[in-house]
């Protein structure tokens, strides 16, 4: 039988192929059954299959994605002090412990390989289970920032409105949709030819690079809108002082939202590709234990970033209550440039103290 035949060469990056039928593996490198598994007497015919395990990167991937799952779980726990902050906080949970057992069992024995062993593609399904569940809430919850932080662009009838609307309509469908295909790669374990496991694990694959593409074209449009609305407003012309201030923060704001923009594209665009590449290629197929973590990354950067912001939050909150002593309010989501101190006459005849407002926007895309 001759070697396998891949993109660079029959043996992977890091073997060479003798005499048509073997591969020998550079140093530090060995062939791996985990994925060759799906291929029908794939233990047999494994020395002829790319070099593609190395214990180093393993151990640096694996231990990587525990330390900061690890992280990200002890922070959360440590500013989740409600029950209701416990049912936001679940989606973060779920995945973390998935991601820490992952990384632990796969470090803690190397008999833990995709497809082989049924307690880790069990785990490794879970895992995968939470990233979509990440995936999908994050949209939601970025369409809730933009209407907290942008109400001046969320004028009912407009499109970035209409969008808005939608998603949050067909918020359960797609979230459900999207983890009831998630258990394709469960239930591959009851199917007794391994050929029939891979295809419904490309199955999986397929449905989730399609759900990815969605996602970026639907964040593309979106975050499209915002900054062509914003760069609207920053040049409008006023001489209310409230306006002006307004004004004068978009234009501060508007690089950022551009820079984070980009960002979240291209981030989601390598998610897309770490999907395609093993749905399409065989080479990449059997490395697709190493995709995984590639996929949920940016739902780590997603977890760590809203964890990051919870704490700073809280700790907000806490200045606040401990400068004044009298009922201040945050209103969450909106700039802090805006939530200045404001007091009326009859505020004054009162109290000595100032108190703390939710701000209007009085500039809204249609005063223009």
């Excluded at 060469?9 to 791996?32: A, K, M």
């Excluded at 412990?97 to 008999?111: D, G, H, Q």
């Excluded at 939470?130 to 109400?151: A, E, F, H, I």
């Amino acid at each position: 039988m001759p070697c396998e035949k891949h993109f660079s060469n029959f043996c992977g990056l890091f073997g060479t192929c003798v005499n048509n039928s073997v591969c020998v593996c550079d140093s530090g490198w060995s062939q791996s059954l985990e994925m060759s598994y799906f291929d029908e007497d794939g233990e047999n015919k494994l020395n002829q299959t790319a070099c593609n395990r190395n214990e180093t990167v393993e151990h640096v991937i694996f231990g990587g994605a525990l330390g900061v799952a690890a992280l990200i779980f002890l922070m959360q726990v440590f500013i989740t002090r409600k029950k209701i902050h416990l049912q936001h906080a679940l989606p973060i949970l779920f995945t973390t412990c998935f991601i820490i057992t992952v990384a632990v069992y796969r470090l803690a024995s190397e008999a833990a390989l995709f497809g082989v062993d049924t307690a880790f593609t069990l785990l490794v399904n879970g895992l995968i289970l939470g990233g979509v569940w990440v995936n999908v809430l994050d949209m939601q919850k970025y369409l809730v920032y933009l209407s907290r932080t942008y109400p001046f662009i969320m004028i009912k009838g407009s499109r970035i409105e209409t969008v808005t609307r939608f998603f949050k309509t067909t918020f359960y469908p797609r979230l459900i949709s999207s983890l009831v295909v998630t258990q394709l790669i469960w239930i591959s374990l009851l199917l007794k030819k391994r050929s029939q496991q891979e295809y419904l694990i490309r199955a999986f694959l397929g449905f989730v690079s399609f759900t990815a593409t969605i996602h970026l074209f639907s964040y593309w449009y979106v975050t499209y809108i915002v900054v062509q609305d914003l760069t609207t407003l920053k040049t409008a012309k006023t001489k209310n002082i409230v306006q002006s201030r307004q004004i004068i923060w978009i234009k501060e704001e508007l690089p950022k939202i551009k820079r984070y923009r980009m960002q979240v594209i291209l981030t989601k665009i390598g998610t897309i590709l770490l999907l395609l590449l093993p749905l399409v290629s065989k080479f990449f197929f059997k490395n697709f234990i190493y995709f995984v973590f590639g996929y949920i990354s940016p739902a780590l950067i997603v977890l760590l970033n809203g964890v990051l912001k919870q704490y700073r939050k809280r700790q907000l909150r806490q200045s606040y209550s401990s400068d004044s002593g009298t009922d201040q309010r945050l209103s969450s989501g909106l700039s802090n440039k805006f939530m200045k101190p404001i007091t009326s006459k009859s505020q004054d005849s009162t109290s000595s103290g100032k108190s703390l407002i939710k701000p209007n926007f009085s500039i809204t895309i249609n005063s223009l």
